[in-house]
């Protein structure tokens, strides 16, 4: 049998000493503890490992949760726990997140505990300790830096950090203020008064590419704080020794994406959630939760204050500071640049484009080119162009595992599929009738770098998406030649719209943008308006003013118009209003259940058993039917979906208990899987 190294171990047991029932939280997929005999010093919130699966021969580690003097188990069927791991047991609050999120998720709590524990702790190791950790650094108040060190605050910021400073108990804000308000000067100091009482600050961001420039504004405010780190991009022993460090209330401040909101934080005086209606805060695989909304609850039973920021709140977000849940705190001014970018749409109705491009923004690129600014061009599609075809016979670039085409990607000559990654080398002739005179439809980023370089011969074209920027440090390059000046046109993706300072952008063109007005995805219309709102707040900052122009061919179109006029709050109320009438989040509560499996069919036949034993449970609940998902072929799965929807959410989260709970009693064929997704963001 193989056992963890010695010194990962703290005891190890006698099977006569024992005389405790732990129960004990394991990954596996069934809505259940396991109960394993363990010997007295055992508390919940242990680590342990145990025996487990056919003989008792594989080992699993999980997370003891609760500690009983007897087991529904015959006493000769409890097996004893094999080790303890040498960490100080989780505290009652970190099991009780996890219990929450277990239950609003509908997840297997041993799923989430799993999930939240670091890479190493999950397979029951230890890190190697770098040094003994100096006892003074602990728990001790970091001081204020020193205000000549700190910008004068504008009458806007100093009102939020008051407010949140002055804040006592669970005080949810939202911090809404354009790019360059001045939110991260808001945070900072905020965190700054939480670390001088002594309190630890948690700060999630949406992506890994944002941490960096982040990190760095961090450490220098803060030089005597110890910062943890905490993202999918830093290696599996320094997450795992963040962790303990933090659990160990050594951490100061810990910074991270969503999965930094499980980090134990035993002096949690603040969360800030930057860009809180980023979609990366919905981790859309296995446990589907919401890190920003798993931190709103963390904050209220924390009863700490929690800020949520963004320039373009999500609009459940704002619905709440609308009605009241919510504080709002708006920063209306740029802290540095004194006018916003100019916002125009460019009505391509009656012209004949040339490459996507009109001839407004073809001469408004020319002149920045002549004043040695920068310009950004906006698609939000990656790829040489979205699919291959024949005009000859119709045959098209499809994938053979998914529903979906393959995408054109000239710069390295392959076909490839964005949803499974499939590849193949790009054909010469049609292969269905041998026509030579094959073609690329439609235009992604690669395709518009190739026509501005041709345009333009002496401009520099940079394209960045997730083709040219695929690792951290290829997009630190990208960003250090752009800010070398050495790039005087940007082609790129949604990547671009991420918070990064350009000092000389001052020509924000966006293209192709029109598609996403219509989508099926309700969501979509929110979703467009805060990717150009983003995009558009890159231009025009320190002294150079910006400017914005939209190729529409709906130049009065709502969304447009509110980007015009800067007026999220007219956007956000046009949206709400529209979602109350349709009956859509937030004024109902969804989620979906899905299922795959080899064919569609039993996918559709398994959901249907699943709504017939939905509608047998009744409640305030709307039951829609099993529809093939929009993507239905994924690959090689086929893909159905069952939306549930409640006016109530406590009606919603009832029925979503007793309905999972038949679930797993439905007889699934051996090639099906199915999850539930609660308050998804995708359909
Ligand atoms: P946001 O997070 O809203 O985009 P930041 O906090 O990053 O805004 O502020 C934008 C820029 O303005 C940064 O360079 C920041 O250092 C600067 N800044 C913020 N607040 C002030 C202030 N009160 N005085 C001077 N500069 C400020
Ligand atoms: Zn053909
Ligand atoms: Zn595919």
Redesign the pocket.
Known sequence: MQLPPKSEVKSRFMPQALDLVLQVALDVPLPRLFDYLGSPGTMPGSIVRVPFGAAGKGLKTGVVVAVASSSAQPADKLKAVEAVLDVPPLPPDWLALCEFVSRYYQHPLGGVTSMALPPLLRQGKLPRRTKARDASTAAGAVPLPPTFLL????DE?AVAVAAITAAQGFAPFLLH????????????QAIAAVLARGGQALMLVPEIALTPQLEG?VAARFPQATIVIAHSGVADAGRTRGFLDAHAGHADIVLGTRLAVFMPLPRLGLIVI?EEHDGSFKQQEGMRYSARDVAVFRAKQRGVPIVL?S?TPSLETFHHARNGRYRLIE?TR???AEAPPVVRVVDTRREKLQDGMSAALLKALEARLEKAEQSLIFLNRRGYAPVLACPACGWISGCRRCAANLVVHLADKRLRCHHCGLEAGIPRACPDCGNLDIHPFGRGTQRLEAALSERFPTARVLRIDRDSASTPSKWQALLASIHAGEVDILVGTQMLAK?H?FPRLTLVGVTGADAALFAADFRAPERLFSQLMQVG?RSG?ADLPGEVLIQTEHPDHPLYRALVDHDYAAFAAAQLAEREQAGFPPYAFQALLRAEAKQLDTALEFLGRAREAAAALGGDIALYDPVPMRLFRKMTLERGQLLVESASRPALQGFLAAWTAQLYELKAPRDLRWHLDVDPLEF
């Open positions: 910008p004068t605050l504008l910021q203020g354009i790019t360059g308000s001045g939110k991260t000067e808001v945070y900072l504004r930057d920021g320039a920063l740029r802290a540095v918070g300072d707040g900052r």
